[in-house]
């Protein structure tokens, strides 16, 4: 039974596309996350939610937009896909003050 | 914000040899230190962690030490195998909602037979 699940695994697309990633945790965790990872293998985050509410949001594009219906579930959507875009996007939970656990990953290629 | 610095960015080691990575965090709100292993084309995954109020931790072949008077805390792995071979992360993280890890830009092993 997968504990963190993001779907697609990967994810090509056209510049100018709009896409979405979907990550779903059933591990009760009430933290989830969304973190880059650049082709130098940098791991860089972007939001965090605590039970639905935004709690972080970095220095990202306001063409990224996280979603989280609930606290067992967090989405991305893309707008405007640009090539530097390209790069492994992670799904992660956590309890406060504990270690992540991470989704597989969503690769995404923009051509 | 907090700013973690990890180094070597590559290590090569025979198998058998001890590996040793260090880091070092900027904020000393940060209270929690977590390691993870990224084997190649798989999600990282937490291999062991140290909280501010203890100064080691081991777990079989892999230990972890913290300074807080010198902000750093380093992984230590005895009688490495080739399965070690992988990208080691260190991060540094405060007890608040958030929950936000900053990482280090990771480490390199290559544990050679």
């Known amino acids: 039974d997968t504990a963190v699940s993001q779907t697609p695994k990967y994810l090509v697309t056209q510049m100018g596309n709009d896409k979405s990633i979907k990550c779903e945790q059933n591990?009760?965790?009430?933290?989830m996350y969304w973190y880059k990872q650049d082709s130098k293998k940098f791991l860089k985050i972007m939001f965090s939610y605590n039970n639905k509410e935004l709690i972080i949001n970095e220095t990202v594009p306001n063409r990224f937009s996280p979603k989280s219906p609930d606290k067992a579930h967090l989405n991305l959507h893309i707008n405007s896909l640009e090539l530097g875009d390209s790069a492994v996007y992670f799904c992660?939970?956590?309890?406060?003050?504990?270690?992540?656990?991470f989704g597989s990953g969503t690769r995404l290629t923009v051509v | 914000g907090e700013n973690v610095e990890q180094h070597p960015s590559t290590l090569s080691v025979q198998e058998g040899d001890s590996a040793v990575i260090k880091c070092t965090y900027s904020d000393s709100a940060s209270n929690y230190f977590p390691w993870y292993k990224q084997e190649l084309g798989k999600r990282p995954q937490l291999i062991i962690d140290i909280r501010s109020n203890v100064g080691e931790k081991k777990d079989q072949r892999i230990a972890v030490t913290l300074n807080k008077t010198a902000k750093h805390f380093s992984l230590h792995i005895t009688e490495t195998q080739p399965e070690d071979s992988a990208v080691y992360f260190c991060a540094a993280s405060e007890n608040t909602n958030a929950g936000k890890s900053t990482f280090g830009d990771g480490t390199t092993l290559t544990v050679k037979p």
């Open positions: 591990l009760g965790h009430d933290t």
């Open positions: 992660a939970s956590s309890h406060p003050w504990d270690g992540y656990t």
